[in-house]
Structures are given as C-alpha cells and as structure tokens.
C-alpha cells in the first residue's frame, strides 16, 4: 500500500518544537556551568593584566598625544595625569583612559587583598614614549601569597617577570 505524503516527511529529522526544546536545555546547562566557572578567576592575575594595560595604555596616549602622561600611585590607587612634560606643574585629567575612581581621577583601584609595593610612586610617559626619570621602575603585586612582578623599562617598555 502506499505510504501518506506525511509518514514520508516525518521519518527525515527533527521538528522545530524538538530542536527549541534542545538549544534551551543546552542554554540552561552552560549558563549554570559559567556562574560556577567564575570562581576560577584570579584576581591578582586580573589587577596584574589591568595595570600592566594601564601602563601601556599611559605610553600609547602620551606619543598619541604628543604630551606627558603620568601614573601616580598611592596606597592602592593608581591614578592617571596628563601635561605638556614630565616637568609641568599642573596636571590634568584624560578621561580616555583608565577607571572613572571619583572625584575626577582616573585610573585603577588595587582589589581587596591586592598590595603593590613599592606602595608609592610616579612613572611619566614623554610624548616620545620614554620614561621621563632616568631609572626603571620595579613593580610587585601580591595576594594570599602569590606575587607578580612587573618592570617599566627606560625606554616605555613593560617586562612581566
């Protein structure tokens, strides 16, 4: 006997209801496993990566800019300043870069438990990208025992070590 037009286009997959029903489990599945992957994240290794872009970032805006960007750490704030040179004595805010921390500065908060040491100093950036102070800079974050260490080299560059 012959078989019905429908029997025919059944037997070839799935229904739209049955792949719906599918990508929502699958939805629900990974959106449980990532809340319990974000207890992997490390944050030394994120305030590590982020001041080391802050750096960076410093460095690329002062010869974007031809003028002297300054870091300025004190305690566990990072901030960043913008002049004309490493020299000037009025300092302004460039609110391209960085964390908005309140109160016009800008820059980045170490987290809770994140010490930097040394705890207080200054880093300018010439519009040529080089430090304006003849000395490199070492830098040292530390949580729970681990540490990460960082140098800004003479001539602008970040070395992770």
Known sequence: MRKSHRSRLRTGGF????GIIVFAVMAILFSVGLVGFRGFSNPLENQYAELISLVRMARIKAM?????YRLN????????QRASNCNATVWSTDTSIGRDLGG?????????G???SPTTWVICFNSRGTLGSNSNLSLTLSRAGQTRSMQVLLGGGVVKQ
């Open 15 to 18: 229904t739209l209801i049955e």
């Open 64 to 68: 974007q800019n031809t003028a002297a």
């Open 73 to 80: 750490a004190s305690g566990s704030t990072i901030s960043v």
């Open 114 to 116: 994140v010490t930097m």
């Open 104 to 112: 016009g500065i800008r820059g980045l908060q170490l987290g809770e």
